[in-house]
């Protein structure tokens, strides 16, 4: 019978770690992950010791919306 044990997997960002978690499957270079609500992939994954992995991962921008909101103003209230 095969033991599997827990990984200590963090998960960072340049070199900020967002995440660390005890995991039994490490996720592998090109796949997608959502962490924080954000969508990202893995760009490496790196032994760092025979319990903790170090997975570094690439975040695709945010696109923000700077325009302006057009208010409707046939609701309001004339005076």
Not at 13 to 18: A, G, P
Not at 23 to 39: F, T
Not at 67 to 75: A, C, F, I, N, P
């Amino acid at each position: 019978m095969e033991r599997r044990t827990m990984l200590v997997v963090h998960f960072l960002e340049n070199k900020d770690i967002l995440l660390s978690q005890l995991l039994k499957n490490v996720p592998s270079v090109g796949d997608e992950v959502v962490i924080k609500g954000r969508k990202g992939k893995v760009t490496s994954v790196t032994n760092m010791d025979e319990n903790e992995i170090h997975v570094q991962l690439f975040f695709e921008k945010l696109k923000v919306n700077k325009g302006k909101t057009v208010v409707d103003t046939s609701k309001k209230k004339k005076r």
